[in-house]
């Protein structure tokens, strides 16, 4: 644990002085060309691909407690593709507005997007009439991403050239910001699930184990699962806006540190939030240093990472079910 700490806090220290232009600590407080990058670009961006992240990772971490499944991610909610539908309608149809002074109008309309997904699962629940396991919310979130996913195409078929460009760079994942005011709306999503991960530590070490022995020792198994799902969905939406949908973190990360401090979700619930940070800010270095003076969006290269982790994972899973056979 403590060197996850360590090293995620390392990451976020020396991430802003890598770059083309190689700066030092004592450029922060330079006037010149240097200290604008510093203070304008570099910190800002690190602090918001560590906070993006931790949340990532957090929400994962709860997203596979709650499914029982190692396999599982927040990616699968359907909230990054209904925040996608929503940030295509903004540029489709050149929105313009700021909500709050912290969002532009594309940030706006993305989590908009990301609450009408969860809205949409929120409504198939009810009319199914009632409780809801969890393998029918699972595949409520499959449904509606599926849903958004086809009319994210539809509108970006009839889209002109810049803005299908536009429409599909976002969809990439990103992590680009001037100043601090992005944090705005991403430090929020991080608290809300901190705090509810933290707070809700027990019942998922019990719902882990199974609805019926959660039910025994006295935990309300749906409310808890609502209550969490929301709050997934909330921080997921949140970061979708700020930085577009960045895929894998929350399945790589919380599985890592699951394999390292074991599945006690009080300390799993610290080390994904700094393991996930550190990750996304190392791959967000790469991303604009490894092709510069190209950059590549970040969310190209964790789905990358990602899609083979999950592969091992999947093969690493085979042969275990092999050796009892």
Avoid at 210 to 235: D, K, T
Avoid at 257 to 275: E, K, M, T
């Amino acid at each position: 644990m403590p060197s996850i700490i360590v090293l995620s806090l390392v990451c976020l220290a020396t991430a802003p002085f890598i770059g083309m232009q190689s700066l030092s600590l004592a450029d922060i407080a330079d006037e010149g060309s240097g200290g604008r990058i510093l203070r304008e670009l570099r910190i800002p961006r690190a602090l918001l691909g560590w906070t993006t992240g931790a949340t990532l990772s957090l929400c994962g971490m709860v997203f596979q407690a709650l499914f029982r499944n190692s396999l599982a991610s927040p990616d699968m909610l359907g909230v990054s593709t209904g925040a996608a539908f929503g940030a295509v309608v903004s540029i489709r149809y050149g929105l313009s507005f700021t909500l709050f002074g912290l969002l532009s109008s594309l940030s706006a309309c993305s989590f908009l997007g990301a609450m009408a997904a969860v809205a949409t699962i929120c409504a198939a629940w009810r009319l199914r009439g009632g409780g809801i396991s969890e393998g029918t919310l699972l595949l409520s979130g499959v449904a509606v991403s599926f849903l958004f996913s086809s009319l994210n195409m539809i509108l970006q078929y009839g889209g002109g050239y810049v803005d299908t460009f536009r429409m599909m760079r976002w969809s990439m994942g990103g992590i680009q910001t001037v100043g601090f005011s992005s944090l705005g709306a991403a430090v929020p999503a991080m608290l809300l699930i901190l705090f509810m991960a933290a707070a809700f530590s027990r019942e998922l070490d019990l719902m882990v184990c199974g609805e019926e022995i959660a039910m025994s020792r006295g935990v309300q198994v749906e409310r808890v699962r609502w209550l969490l799902f929301l709050a997934v969905s909330l921080s997921v939406g949140m970061n979708v806006a700020v930085c577009g949908p960045i895929g894998f973190v929350g399945l790589v990360a919380p599985h890592i540190c699951r394999s390292l401090v074991g599945a006690d979700h009080a300390r799993l619930c610290v080390a994904s939030l700094f393991f996930g940070g550190g990750f996304l800010v190392l791959c967000d270095t790469a991303a604009r240093t490894l092709w510069a003076p190209a950059e590549i969006p970040v969310g190209v290269l964790t789905s990358c990472i990602g899609s083979a982790f999950f592969l091992w994972l999947l093969i690493a899973r085979g042969r275990r079910n092999d050796r009892w056979r």
